[in-house]
């Protein structure tokens, strides 16, 4: 405290157009020795740290500071020496301007080069780094802006009731783009799908993940279709992700053989099908599995895993034409359902097989009067 009462002493002593530019150039001088100093000091730190991000953010904090510095000893020299030429504007809270605007500038500027680098990172999906960019520039314009105001002495209190009106209005007119906003939030974070991954909707629609936007999500088919669905729709809705936790899927293929089969011969069968077959995979290895006695059948179960789930379609194709080839070949009766039906001939009319029917009618015989 005394150091600083000393030196505004030996301020206040000058005369005031020396001590205003003595400070003017004391923060020119800082800033330049920030700039010079400062740059060698990020090198040796953003050269320890993986990656650009940290260079971006880092030159941006940088390239602030030193300007504040140097705009900090025109507002020093305000505040010592009351200096107020006769402008339109005060030189106070123009001083404290120029420093809001540089610092809101590099910020929005920094927040997408950073998001320009994050594209491919593992960590962040690529779809969502526009929507955090564009909150981020959000933010801080409003931010930098609400400051702004506050500065210049201008009331925000009827700018932000009617902020709050046109919210309202805004919220019900758009509630299904802010439904299908949030719900990519929600999407996202809750990790439910990525661009890639097979999915299966409530609507039994399944395919691979095209892209993920703001909106919507775009489905394309087995069919070769685009299927747009809302955001909001799946954030609501049970979707399976056939693709987690790991890609490779199980496939099921029910076989009913004839009773009187061998049923090691069938098994046997089924495992040498699955063993040569090249989209099945050996790790998990194939399984057979006799589920029930069925009405006209014996009902087996051959599991085997593929590595791909849009795989499993046509590696159930190949199995089955396999299996179907083996059987005819090893002599396996496949049987299919059969349905006995009897006929009492005493209660089929006799004309029904072609003879003429021997009942009399009623009045036969009797003259006509």
């Known amino acids: 405290m005394q150091l600083d009462s000393a030196l505004l002493d030996a301020l206040a002593a000058l005369p005031v157009w020396q001590g205003f530019t003595l400070l003017v150039v004391s923060g020119l001088f800082l800033a330049a020795l920030v700039n010079v100093l400062g740059d060698r000091y990020m090198r040796r730190v953003t050269e320890r740290i993986d990656g650009e991000v940290d ?85 801080v314009s409003g931010l930098g802006i609400f400051l702004l105001l506050v500065l210049w002495d201008i009331d925000v209190t009827p700018l932000l009731a009617s902020a709050g009106v046109i919210g309202i209005i805004v919220g019900l007119a758009a509630r299904d783009t802010l439904a299908n906003f949030f719900g990519s939030l929600s999407l996202y974070l809750d990790g439910t799908y990525k661009v890639g991954d097979f999915v299966v909707l409530e609507t039994g629609e399944r395919g691979r993940v095209e892209d993920i936007s703001v909106r919507s999500t775009v489905i394309r088919t087995r ?33 009913g053989v004839a009773y009187g089969s061998d049923i090691d011969q069938v098994e046997a069968i089924l495992l040498d099908v699955a063993e040569y077959e090249d989209l099945v995979i050996e790790r998990p290895k194939p399984r057979v599995r006799f589920r029930e006695f069925g009405g006209s059948s014996l009902n087996f179960e051959l599991l085997c895993w593929v590595s791909n789930p849009a795989l499993t379609a046509r590696a159930t194709h190949k199995l089955n034409s396999e299996i179907y080839h083996r059987f005819q070949a090893e002599g396996v009766e496949i049987p299919f359902p059969q349905r006995d039906v009897s006929l009492s001939v005493a209660d089929v009319p006799g004309d029904l097989f072609g003879r003429e029917s021997t009942e009399v009618p009623t009045d036969a015989g009797r003259d006509e009067t």
């Open 55 to 139: 260079d971006i953010v880092l030159r941006a904090v940088h390239t602030g500071l030193y300007l504040t510095l140097a705009v900090g000893g025109l507002y020093a020299g305000t505040q010592v020496y009351e200096v107020s030429p006769d402008v339109a504007v005060p030189l106070e809270a123009g001083t404290l301007s120029v420093v809001i605007v540089v610092w809101m500038l590099l910020l929005i500027r920094t927040g997408r080069r950073v998001s320009s680098r994050i594209t491919d990172s593992r960590y962040i999906d690529r779809q969502v780094v526009p929507i955090l960019q564009n909150v981020w520039s959000a933010l």
């Open 223 to 255: 069919d070769d279709i685009l299927v747009t669905v809302p955001n909001a729709t799946l954030n609501s809705a049970a979707i399976v992700n056939e693709s987690t936790p790991k890609r490779k899927r199980r496939i099921r293929v029910p076989i």
